[in-house]
C-alpha cells in the first residue's frame, strides 16, 4: 500500500493551464465518483483551488497507479496528456505526507501562511468522505493535517501579519483609528489597487464611501460597488475634510493632492487624524502633506516595505511549523507501521485474556471461601500481571512490523505465541464484515479492510 499525490499549482502551471483543472462544487462530487472507479487507487481525495488541483490517492502499485491517475486527470478533465505532463509534480508516501501537511499549513500557497486553504483541505476531505472515498487511511491522515494546520496557526504569529499592499494599508489604518465603522473613505481614481483596498477597508467596517474621478461613470461604477457616493474630482478636493481615509491611485502626471489642498481640509476637521494612502506611481500626493500635524501618509513603497517585513516574520514562523510538520509526519509513519500488526496485537490480547479467564475461574473455584471484595482484588491483580507481561511483546511487534523482512518477524512472532487460532478467526471476522457492506466484491471495498486482509492472507498461508 502506497500513498500518492499528484497535481499542479501556479509554481508548475500558468494560469491557462490551471483554470481548465477548475472543479464546481458539483463536479467535484462526480469526479470523485469517477476516481472511486479508476482502477488500483483505494482510496481518493481531490483539492481543486484556483492555484491548484491535486489528486491524493491510497494505491496498490504506485508506478501504475500514476499512469492511472493521469488516465483519469485525461479522461475527466478533457485535456490531452501531452499538455499537462510537464505541468505536473507526483509524490509518494513520506513525500506525499509532507506535501498535504505543508498545503494544509499554507506553507504551499502563493501568499504563505494565508488560513484559506486549511478550510479548502477540509471541506475536499469531508466531500470525499461523505462519498465513500476514503478508508482508514485518509480518516487519520488528513484529521492529523486540518489538526496540525489548527495548531500551526494558534500556537505561531504566521497568519497575522499583512503580506498584501491593501492588506496592509488597512492594518496601518486599524493602529490610528483602532475602527473603520465610523469612517469615511475617499477613493481618488478607480484603479485596481484602490479598488481592492477599499474592499478590504469596507469589509473592516468602512461603511461611507466617496470616490472621485476624471471619468465620473467609472467614478459611479466602482462607487455602486460599495453602496457609495461619486463625485467629480473637483466636488471631492471641497469635501476633502470629510473624509478619514483617502486612497489615491490615478495614473496623473502632478500631484492631484498638494499641501494647501490638505491644510485646508485639516484646519476645518479640528485636529481629526487623516489618513492618506498613495499607491499611485507616479505620486498623486504631495509628500510635504504628510509634515501637517495629524495627517499619516503613507506611499507604496511604504507599504510594500511592511509587506516585505512581515514577509519575513511569516517566514521565521514557517520556519517553526517546518518543525512540527516533521513531528507529525514520524507520529504518522509509526501510526502507519502498526497499523499491519494491528491483529496480531489483537489476538495477543484476546489469547492472553482467554487464558487469565480460565485461569482465575479454575483458581477462584479452588478458593470458595474468599469474599467478593477479595475476588475483586485478586482479578485486577492477576490481569496486572497478564497485561505486564504482554507489553513488551506488542512494543516489539510494533518495531518488528517497520523492519524491511517484516512478513518473516510477524510469521515467527505468531509463532512463538502459537496465535495461528487467533489469526484465523479474525481473519474469518474481517472477510465476514467485509461481505456485509453493501460494496462488498467491488473496488470500492475501503483500502484499509483490503490491507488487513492481505496481511492476514499473507500470514495464514505462511503458517500452513
Known sequence: MHLMVVGLNYRTAPVEIRERFALAEGDTLQALESLKRTTGILEGVILATCNRTEIYAVVDRPVLCGHYVR?????????????????LYMYEDDRAVEHLFRVTCGLDSMVIGETQILGQVRDAFLQAQERGATGTIFNRLFKQAVTLAKRAFSETSIGENA???????????????????????????????????????????????????????????LANKFQ????????????????????SSTGAEGFVLDRRSVESAMARRKKRPLFLIDIAVPR?????????????????????????GNLEKRRQE?????????????????????????????????????????????????????DER???????????????????????????AAEKKSEEALKLFVQLFS?????????????????????????????????????LTRLAGALQ
Request: charged share 30%; glycine share 6%; aromatic share 6%.
Open 419 to 455: 496465535l495461528e487460532e487467533e489469526v484465523a478467526k479474525i481473519r474469518t471476522e474481517t472477510a465476514s464484515a467485509t461481505a456485509a457492506r453493501p460494496e462488498a466484491g467491488s473496488r470500492e471495498t475501503p483500502g484499509a479492510a483490503r490491507e488487513l486482509e492481505s496481511l
Open 284 to 308: 498623486d500626493i504631495e509628500p510635504a502633506a504628510g509634515d501637517i500635524p495629524n495627517v499619516f501618509l503613507y506611499n507604496i513603497d511604504d507599504l510594500e516595505g511592511i509587506v516585505e
Open 374 to 400: 477479595e475476588r475483586k482484588v485478586i482479578r485486577k491483580l492477576t490481569k496486572s500481571m497478564v497485561s505486564q507481561m504482554i507489553h513488551d511483546p506488542i512494543l516489539r511487534v510494533k518495531e518488528l
Open 318 to 370: 514557517a520556519a517553526v511549523i517546518e518543525g512540527m510538520i516533521a513531528e507529525e509526519r514520524e507520529a504518522y509513519r509509526e501510526w502507519y507501521a502498526t497499523l499491519g500488526v494491528s491483529p496480531l496485537i489483537r489476538a495477543l490480547q484476546e489469547k492472553a485474556a482467554a487464558i487469565h479467564e480460565s485461569t482465575l475461574e479454575s483458581m477462584l473455584r479452588k478458593l470458595p471461601e474468599l
Open 71 to 87: 488516465t483519469f486527470m485525461e479522461q475527466w478533465f478533457r485535456i490531452p496528456r501531452q499538455q499537462f505532463n510537464p505541468h
Open 228 to 247: 457609495g457616493t461619486a463625485f467629480s474630482m473637483e466636488e471631492a478636493l471641497r469635501r476633502l475634510q470629510e473624509a478619514d481615509i483617502v486612497i
Open 163 to 221: 503580506v498584501s499592499v491593501s492588506y496592509a494599508a488597512v492594518e496601518l489604518g486599524k493602529r490610528i483609528f483602532g475602527r473603520f465603522d465610523d469612517k469615511t473613505v475617499l477613493i481618488i481614481g478607480a484603479g485596481k489597487m484602490s479598488e481592492l483596498t477599499a474592499r478590504h477597508l469596507h469589509a473592516n467596517g468602512a461603511n461611507r464611501v466617496f470616490v472621485a474621478g476624471r471619468t465620473v461613470s467609472r467614478a459611479e461604477e
